[in-house]
């Protein structure tokens, strides 16, 4: 074969697989599986040579978003990275950067590394990459479950004074923009929004629809929270400071038809923001809202149930020179404190025209 011939063939390939969101074939959605389970599955490429896996089903591209759901990328990392760990040792921590915006046409390789195998803790860190590029990594450490010893000190934050979840929650009808995913999410509260910014709180609950299998086990119940995690957080500053947020200006919001300006509404409804586009006139705007990094500590792993309602508060301690830092509080419906988080974000108000420019 000619070189010209090679590189004929070569770029054909490459234009098959710009068209392929998926490495392999999809399977069909495992209907004895939660909908989040098919979401973060991955695949072992052994072929391609030990603890390399990619993603099985397609990415969530969200509307207006520069990269795939930074949640779905998080969730998928530690589902490859628990695949190289006994089933005794459970995920107490990860530690992730997003580098770069993850692209929804390519597929995305996990490249996890056994940095160490210790009696009582285990390291992994997970590269995911596109077209050889990094686009995010992380580092897991995984516990032996019980290893902490007969006598042990104990304390947790407690659940906060909150409506607690009704049957009815399950059943009600989803927002528009919500219907689609795996997890069912109630409208945002903010709390204390007459305090300080550092003082309010955005609070809400969540869980996965369906049931996680027994199949999937607690590594799927802790994918799913690790999933959720990255669910609203940095958009936490812009709530706290009353940031307008949407693409069209509240002006332009005001003339819409009925039917998309109710949409609209809904959706600054839902996020706790209100509805009203008169409150709205002369906020400041968005620029940039991108995660840069995210941390989660699992406090009691055996513990998560993602098909249940678990609540989160999220609070924001300082904002500036572009950034802003939210922390996070997950418990269980029943007040056991699940997961504790953390993220800092790049968070930028829109600019006159002659500061535009600026990239990460």
């Known amino acids: 074969m000619s070189g010209s011939d090679k590189d004929t063939k070569l770029e054909g390939t490459e234009k098959v697989l710009d068209k392929r969101t998926t490495l392999l074939r999809p399977p069909e959605p495992d209907a004895n599986k939660a909908p989040i389970e098919n979401t973060v599955e991955v695949t072992p490429l052994a072929v391609l040579g030990p603890d390399i896996f990619t993603n099985t089903r397609p990415l969530w591209l969200p509307p207006g978003a520069r990269g795939v759901y930074g949640g779905a990328v998080i969730a998928q990392s530690l589902a490859a990275a628990q695949l190289t760990v006994q089933d005794h040792f459970l995920v107490h921590s990860c530690h992730c950067y997003f580098l770069l915006a ?30 050889g590029n990094c686009i995010f990594t992380t580092t897991i450490s995984f516990v032996r479950e019980n290893s902490g010893g007969a006598k042990q000190i104990q304390h947790a934050a407690a659940l906060p004074d909150v409506e607690m979840p009704d049957p009815s929650w399950d059943t009600e009808g989803d927002a528009l923009w919500d219907r689609a995913g795996p997890f069912k ?7 204390d929004a007459d305090a300080r910014p550092d003082q309010r709180k955005a609070r809400q609950w969540h869980r996965c629809r369906g049931q996680i299998s027994a199949a999937g086990g607690h590594q799927a119940h802790l994918n799913a929270l690790a999933y959720v995690s990255d669910s609203y957080f940095i958009g936490t500053v812009s709530r706290i400071h009353r940031l307008w947020r949407l693409g069209l200006t509240p002006e332009q919001v005001a003339e819409l038809p009925d039917a998309e300006g109710d949409k609209m509404r809904q959706f600054l409804e839902f996020e706790g923001m209100g509805s009203r586009l008169e409150d709205w006139a002369g906020r400041p705007r968005v620029g940039m809202l991108v995660s840069l990094d995210h941390s989660i500590y699992f406090h009691e792993p055996k513990r998560v149930r993602a098909d249940e309602w678990m609540f989160s508060e999220m609070e924001s ?8 830092l939210v922390m996070q509080r997950i418990y269980a419906a029943d007040g056991t404190l699940l997961a504790s988080c953390v993220q800092e974000g790049v968070v930028r108000l829109q600019q006159d025209e002659a500061e535009r420019g600026s990239k990460i």
């Open 102 to 131: 993850g692209s929804a046409t390519i597929p995305i390789m996990y490249h996890v590394e056994r940095v160490r195998d210790g009696r009582s803790f285990a390291t992994r860190t997970v590269q995911a990459r596109q077209k």
């Open 185 to 191: 999410s109630r409208r945002i509260e903010l709390k």
């Open 317 to 324: 301690p300082w904002s500036g020179d572009g950034r802003g």
